[in-house]
């Protein structure tokens, strides 16, 4: 199985950016549907991006849509979000997540994704 580790979060004021990584290990991420999700003090945890095997197929929550972009590396064995313009709502932490095909995947569920990282914590001061 995938091991995960994210970087890249911290605190940023509003309208700033980060660049969140993630380093796999222990197989390749060629394999793997990925997503970034997030989850605020007291709320479910929400997919916010996702990209196929190749790159083909990417998903945003209409929430980040225009202002992330997921992007991978499977070369490197990473995944990246970038995210733009950021806003007191995007604070969360943020977890990447490895996960394969089954008929009833979905990007915005968690349970589609079967590896998950440590998380990063983002925060965005107004």
């Known amino acids: 199985q995938v091991q995960l580790v994210e970087s890249g979060g911290g605190s940023v004021q509003a309208g700033g950016s980060l660049r969140l990584s993630c380093v796999a290990s222990?197989?390749?991420?060629?394999?793997?549907?990925m997503a970034w999700f997030r989850q605020a003090p007291g709320k479910e945890r929400e997919g916010v991006a996702g990209i196929s095997t190749g790159g083909a197929t990417i998903y945003y929550a209409d929430s980040v849509k225009g202002r992330f972009t997921i992007s991978r590396d499977n070369a490197k064995n990473t995944l990246y979000l970038q995210m733009n313009s950021l806003n007191a709502e995007d604070t969360a932490m943020y977890y990447c997540?490895?996960?394969?095909?089954?008929?009833?995947?979905?990007?915005?569920?968690?349970?589609?994704?079967?590896?998950w990282g440590q998380g990063t914590q983002v925060t965005v001061s107004s």
């Open positions: 997540a490895a996960g394969r095909y089954w008929y009833g995947f979905r990007w915005s569920s968690a349970s589609s994704f079967t590896s």
């Open positions: 222990g197989d390749s991420i060629a394999k793997y549907r």
